[in-house]
């Protein structure tokens, strides 16, 4: 058995689209049509006491539906892991499911990256799939931070970028310095090489102002009580260095700077927060797209979630030969198709022959063709456009 969709709109450049929206929609409208479909229930814990609940129906076992049920449901584990995150993951009313998934997501499954990065790499200790029944789920349990808001002072605020950093100078909301410098951090394996450059472009900040009373930076990567659980920045630093110069370099910095308040979050929440500024609204979803992509949320009380909202991981495209992500392995997430990577891989179909050029000079070339309504890159922008368009509903889903 098999599930067809049929998209309104396709990508220019990617006609093989096959959108995790339109694809799970038809699965859950087979679930309506079945009068002996099951239900699911599954927690996300942390060792914090952190859980997250989720609550969703499938077709009932046999006649073909096993595949497809296993397809939704990993697909759907797979986003959950990466938008809330845990170590745990509990699941009640399909236990042919949880075995198969414990089998996906371990030292030597299909999903063995994200086992590894999310497990011990961000919460310590490996993620394990559990099958239970449904009176052994916990409760859920969240809480919020409220972050940022406040413009008032003499202030800098950086941003890491895998290709360039940005750093301005701000008295009392007003800028008075900003710049970008090119950095190339993603593959340095000296720790003084990030530590050192976020240090210079806050000194070239501070140069501007006649005190600095807070700092706040985003990044890239996972970002939790200031601390760095794991980021691409980072990727060519070694575990051991990262543990002994990178997960606690905020700490260090701030003693730099004699204490001030110093914050740091992802990129996407900064992006979250700014909307939510700028709308004057809560329950906002930020979206970043640069040289990876990024996402955050603001709650409806408008405070930044604890969630890990890395959607570069979170599946958007269900088909079975979709472009891969050479860091996860894993094929069709966001990464790919809301990035420098994703302007480099259309770039081609598009009718551009760059080689073997750098990815930032690739989206270079093409934001100049785009300047000069070059329509090959305009077929890779409503290309990613509609990729967008189509991920956005996923998410609110």
Not at 325 to 337: F, I, K, L, P
Request: with cysteine.
């Amino acid at each position: 058995m098999s599930i067809a969709i049929s998209c309104e709109f396709l990508p220019e450049l990617d006609p093989g689209f096959v959108p995790a929206v339109l694809w799970n929609r038809a699965y859950r409208a087979k679930v309506v049509a079945d009068p002996a479909r099951r239900p699911l229930e599954m927690a996300l814990c942390r060792d914090d006491g952190t859980v997250f609940r989720l609550s969703d129906t499938l077709l009932s076992r046999g006649g073909g539906n096993d595949v497809l049920t296993l397809k939704y449901v990993e697909r759907l584990c797979k986003f959950l892991l990466w938008q809330k995150g845990g170590n745990r993951l509990l699941v009640a009313g399909a236990p042919e499911v949880a075995a198969a998934l414990g089998a996906i997501y371990a030292a030597g499954g299909a999903r063995k990256f994200d086992w590894d990065f999310i497990g011990r790499q961000i919460f310590g200790e490996a993620l394990t799939v559990v099958a239970v029944q449904c009176g052994e789920l916990p409760a859920a349990k969240e809480c919020a931070l409220a972050l940022g808001r406040n413009l008032n002072g003499c202030r800098i605020g950086f941003d890491l970028g895998g290709s360039d950093r940005k750093c301005a100078a701000v008295i009392d909301g007003n800028v008075v310095f900003s710049e970008e410098v090119e950095w190339d951090p993603c593959f340095q394996s000296d720790p003084a090489y990030h530590i050192e450059g976020i240090h210079d472009s806050l000194c070239r900040a501070a140069a501007h102002l006649p005190r600095v009373d807070a700092i706040g930076g985003s990044a890239a990567g996972v970002y939790i009580n200031n601390e760095v659980c794991a980021a691409s920045l980072f990727r060519g630093v070694s575990p051991e260095k990262f543990e002994t110069s990178i997960r606690r370099v905020v700490a260090s910095l701030k003693q730099r700077w004699h204490n001030v308040p110093f914050e740091v979050a992802n990129d996407g929440e900064v992006t979250a927060l700014a909307g939510s500024m700028g709308l004057s609204a809560n329950q906002v979803l930020g979206v970043a797209l640069g040289t990876s992509q990024a996402a955050g949320y603001v709650d409806v009380n408008g405070h930044i979630t604890p969630w890990l909202n890395e959607l570069a991981f979170a599946p958007v495209d269900f088909r079975d030969d979709a472009p891969l992500d050479e860091w996860s392995g894993d094929r069709g997430c966001g990464a790919v198709y809301f990035s420098q990577q994703a302007v480099a891989r259309l770039a081609p179909l598009a009718g551009f022959a760059f080689g073997e050029m750098p990815l930032p000079e690739q989206l270079a070339k093409v934001q100049l063709a785009q300047q000069a309504e070059d329509p090959r890159a305009a077929a890779i922008y409503e290309t990613i456009g509609c990729y967008l368009g189509y991920a956005i509903a996923h998410y609110a889903d």
